[in-house]
């Protein structure tokens, strides 16, 4: 079945880089986009970036000096980093798989994230 | 980037009550429109797509409704279960975006 997966650690010093791993099973990262997606506690969704089936990526524009998005299909993972973090970057970070032609359809359980010295 | 604005904020209902959830974009996204629950501590779940297709699995009481720039989601027969936080999100351009949520909660 479709699973995703995400881990990295949970807490991040200030100006720090964050690197989270999304490790998927069920699916090809060559057939299916994903996406990461972010949510401040008790806040809404924020989107951040995605991987394309084909190995482009986009980024949200407020977070692409930060952002980098890569891949390793050999391992079917989706790998995020982001630098310069700062306390407003905490909080569940989400790795989704997107279905045609829209929507996300399978989500990671998410990670937590606390940005703090 | 499209606006997503989503309405009410919170909403508190009976068992067995039927509720609706509105969301406007800030311009015509087509129908490129999804919904989808988070209860908490959870990740959320995809319940509509395409405006008003129910996904695999999603009870029957789910509907999707709407066109242009507003659309909405309607619970039938609210169940217990149904208490969660629900968000629009549109695909139809990019980046997409979310609405800022519904608390749905039981009175």
């Known amino acids: 079945q479709v699973q995703l997966k995400e881990s990295g650690p949970g807490l991040v010093q200030p100006s720090q880089t964050l690197s989270l791993t999304c490790t998927v099973s069920?699916?090809?990262?060559?057939?299916?986009?994903v996406h990461w997606v972010r949510q401040p506690p008790g806040k809404g969704l924020e989107w951040m970036g995605r991987?394309?089936?084909?190995?482009?990526?986009s980024y949200n524009s407020a977070l692409k000096s930060r952002l980098s998005i890569s891949r390793d299909t050999s391992k079917n993972q989706v790998f995020l980093k982001m630098n310069s973090l700062q306390t407003d970057d905490t909080g569940t970070y989400y790795c989704?798989?997107?279905?045609?032609?829209?929507?996300?359809?399978?989500w990671g359980q998410g990670v937590m994230v606390t940005v703090s010295s | 980037d499209i606006q997503m604005t989503q309405s009410p904020a919170s909403l508190s209902a009976s068992l067995g009550e039927t509720v609706t959830i509105e969301c406007r974009a800030s311009e015509d996204i087509y129908n490129g429109l999804a919904w989808y629950q988070q209860k908490p501590g959870k990740s959320p779940q995809l319940l509509i797509y395409n405006a008003n297709s129910l996904h695999t699995g999603v009870p029957s009481r789910f509907s999707g409704s709407g066109s242009g720039t507003q659309y909405s989601l309607k619970i039938n027969s609210l169940q217990s279960e149904d208490v969660a936080s629900y968000f629009c999100?549109?695909?139809?351009?990019?980046?997409?975006?979310f609405g800022a949520g519904t608390k749905l909660e039981l009175k």
């Open positions: 991987m394309r089936y084909n190995g482009d990526t």
């Open positions: 999100q549109q695909y139809y351009d990019y980046p997409p975006t």
């Open positions: 069920g699916f090809s990262l060559t057939s299916y986009n």
């Open positions: 989704t798989r997107a279905r045609l032609p829209g929507g996300f359809d399978y």
